[in-house]
Each structure stands twice: as C-alpha cells, then as structure tokens.
C-alpha cells in the first residue's frame, strides 16, 4: 500500500483527488461542529455539563481519529488503483515484446539451418531468383521483419528481401562475430545491414555448408520493431488516453512510444526504478510513473536494458478512476462489508471507529435525559449532538462504501487487466504456431523424407 505510514504522501496526492478532496472538507467542518457543541456545553450548562462534556469530549476525540484515518485510507487506495494499473501496463509492455523476441531468437536459429538456404550459401550464391523466392515465402508468413539478407563471410549480401534500401556490402563486425559465434546475436543500435533507419534490432545467425559443415554466411533478420510496438500500444491503451506507454532503454532514452506527440523517440523520461510512490516532474507536470524490466521468457530477458514504462499526469490521473463505472446495490454492498478485513484490512478498524462515534452520542442523550428537570438546559447542546452525529454517521458511512468500492473495484479489474493479457499472450503463441506448421511444410527435407 502506498505511503502506508506516511501521513506526508496522502497530503501530497490530495490536492489532485478532486472527490477525496470535497470529503476532507466536509469532514472539517463536522470536527468544527464538534468542537462548537463542546465550547457551547460549557458555557450555557456551566453547573450540567460535567456528565455530557466527556461524552461530547470522546465523540470529538474518535472523530478527529477516524477523519485522519478515512482520508488517509481513501488517497492510499485511489493512488493504490492508479499505481497498480499503469504498473500492470509498463510490465505488458515489455514482457509482451520480450516473448515476441524469444521467437525471433528460436527463428534465426532455425532459418539458418534451412538446407535450399545453405546449400546457395556454400555454392557462393547460385541460383538467386529461387532463394529470393523463398525468402519472399518466409517473410509473407513471419511478418515482423523488416528484411531478410543472407551476408556471405566477406560482407556482400548475396540475397535479400524486405523493405529498402537493401544493402549491397556491408562492412557490420556483426557478422564477423556471428561466423565465430555457435548461437543466435542480436542488436539493437545502426548497422550498415539495415542503412535506412537510425537504429535497428538485428538477429544474425551463422550458416553452415551441407557438404563441408563449415560457416559460409551468415543470416540476417531486421526485426519491425515499431510496427510491433503499435500494436502493442494500440491493444493496451488506455480509451480515454489519460496515460502514455513506453519502451525506454537502459539511460531512460524513448525507444518507442504510444503517443509521439507526448514523448518523442529518443527523449530522455524520469524512471522509476525502485517502484516508490512519488510525483515526478516531466515537461512542466507532475506525473505518477511506474517502470519495469522484462521478468524474462524461457530465459531470455530481451534486449539488455529494456524497460516498460507508464506515465500519467496527476492532474488527470484521477479524473476518472476504475472504481466510478463499478457499483454495487445496497444489500449486495452490505453484505459485502461484513468480509471488509479480505479485501481492505484497515476498513475495519475505520467502521468500528464509526460505530464508537454513534454509540458515544446515544449514551450522551441518555446521560441527560436521566437529569430531569435539568436535562432542560440541556436540549439545545442535545439537539446539536443529535444532528452533528446523524451528518457524522451518513458522511462516514458515504465514505466507507466509497472505500469499499474503490478497493474492491481496483481488485476487479486488475483481474480483467492479467486475463487480457494471458489470452494476448495466447492468441500471439497460437499464431506463431500456425506460422511454424505452414513454414515446416515446405522444407525440402521434410518433403523428400515423405
């Protein structure tokens, strides 16, 4: 829970929670109300009032408690909501790209083995027009890549597919170090393989010659990956884009954005690192930003220094919140609120203060109905205690349901949130599955093998 014994942090969000806001007020003028009735008890009932001022006394007491504590809960839970589903984003957007990048390193790995590939390799480029043909064929089917290229050892590419300019020569140590290498590279920076964008994520593969088993090339594939990420963005977005998603790199540099007229790529964004709760200043406002990396796939933690990043501004971060389109009626939230301690432990102990407050006032009514004649002079401070404790007891309990809707509401959809992930992950592992039974049916050592 954010900010969990820091009355600071709560003072700090409040300004931009409109609604909390308005209960804050209200409350004050409750206490201000209390505090009147005790200051009036003791100056018109000088000789009555030592019975009814202690119970007047710890009415404004529990009051002055439960306000602080109501506030405070209702800001850690609204900043909870909001820090927990821009969390869940900045995690969606790297792990998604990152299990997409572990197919392109089991794809690299596995076109290099492609024996029509290979042999052309070995034979030093012989018969271009029926490789290109199935480079076309592979690239139609995968289609996350910007260009294919099959680089001989000495930098020529002797074929290549894709989106231009496509390269002649290139002098990349890239493919030096894939020759010497027994496994997939990758990188992400500007390479002579790909010259027409200012950085590239590149996966390279050595090949090697059927008949000497030997390397004689090395295979290229530029991965799309702006297309990727807007189609990230474009499926976890939020509607009313009150947000920005991020792929930031390790010096907080943007490597692709979900709104460029916001963060262009290339800028440098504040980072969250440590995951504390606090306003951070970007471009003249304070926002609420939450960073992850890559928990990893299978072992492959992405590109080294990749992060997801969210970002959204306070003055809008509470505009609107999940909670306001989740409610419940009122028997349903009733019975609801006898599990309070499940879903937001410190609800109950805020309840049981509110119940203190309405027994404090009952027995202050009849302290002084027993006096008799007495309790005459006391009608008026009576009437007081009656009515501020009815606006006292209907203000909590608003504020206690809206708590418990809040809380409840922001557990709710943070269950939508991973099961839209989990069938997003689903739907992209069943495509790359289809992807790999059409691909597999064309090998040529498959089909002779039939």
Same mark, same amino acid.
């Given at each position: ?135 076309? &064929?592979? @690239?139609?089917?995968?289609?996350? #890549?910007?260009? +294919? %290229? /099959?680089? =001989? ?6 074929? !290549? ?73 474009? &499926?976890? @977005?939020?509607?009313?884009?009150? #947000?920005?998603? +991020? %792929? /930031?790199? =390790? ?6 954005? !979900? ?192």
């Amino acid at each position: 829970m954010p900010f969990k014994n820091n009355t600071s942090g709560a003072e700090t969000f409040l300004p931009f929670i409109h609604d909390i806001d308005r209960y804050r007020r209200s409350l004050n003028e409750l206490g201000l109300m209390w505090r009147m009735i005790e200051a009036s008890a003791r100056m018109n009932c000088p000789f009555d009032s030592d019975r009814i001022l202690p119970t007047i006394a710890s009415a404004r007491s529990h009051f002055d408690a439960l306000e602080h504590d109501l506030v405070h809960r209702l800001v850690a839970e609204k900043v909870a909501g909001v820090v927990r589903e821009i969390g869940t984003k900045a995690h969606y957007v790297i792990d998604i790209v990152v299990r997409n990048l572990y197919e392109r390193t089991a794809d690299v790995g596995f076109l290099a083995t492609d024996r029509t590939l290979c042999a052309f390799m070995e034979q030093g480029g012989h018969d271009p027009d029926r490789v290109l043909a199935r480079l076309d &064929s592979y @690239r139609n089917k995968y289609t996350v #890549y910007d260009s +294919l %290229l /099959l680089v =001989a050892p000495d930098g020529t590419v002797l074929a !290549a597919t894709g989106y231009g300019p496509l390269p002649e020569h290139s002098p990349d140590p890239l493919v030096t170090q894939a020759l010497q290498h027994d496994g997939y590279l990758e990188a992400f920076r500007y390479s002579t393989l790909q010259p027409g964008k200012s950085q590239s994520l590149i996966y390279v593969h050595r090949m090697l010659g059927p008949e000497s088993g030997e390397p004689v090339g090395v295979l290229c594939l530029s991965f799309n990956l702006d297309e990727e990420m807007q189609g990230i963005f474009a &499926s976890h @977005r939020d509607v009313e884009d009150r #947000y920005n998603m +991020l %792929l /930031l790199d =390790a010096a907080g540099s943007c490597i692709a954005s !979900a709104d460029p007229a916001w963060v262009v790529p290339g800028q440098k964004v504040p980072m969250n690192l440590d995951g504390q709760v606090r306003m951070q200043m970007f471009g003249g406002r304070h926002y609420l930003v939450a960073t992850h990396a890559a928990a990893g796939y299978q072992g492959y933690m992405g590109p080294p220094g990749w992060y997801g990043q969210v970002m959204i501004p306070l003055d809008i971060a509470f505009a609107h919140t999940e909670s306001t389109d989740f409610s419940l009626p009122a028997d349903r939230a009733a019975g609801l609120l006898q599990h309070a301690d499940a879903v937001c432990p410190p609800l109950r102990g805020i309840m049981v203060a509110a119940e203190t407050i309405r027994r404090v006032v009952w027995n202050g009514q009849v302290i002084a109905l027993g006096q008799g004649e007495e309790a005459v002079r006391m009608q008026a401070v009576l009437g007081q205690v009656r009515d501020t404790g009815e606006r006292s007891n209907a203000l909590f309990q608003n504020s206690i349901h809206n708590l418990y809707e809040t809380t409840l509401a922001s557990d709710v959809h943070e269950a939508r949130r991973v099961a839209t992930l989990m069938v997003d992950l689903l739907d992209r592992n069943l495509y790359e599955r289809a992807n790999d039974c059409r691909w597999w049916a064309q090998d040529t050592a498959l089909q002779q093998a039939l």
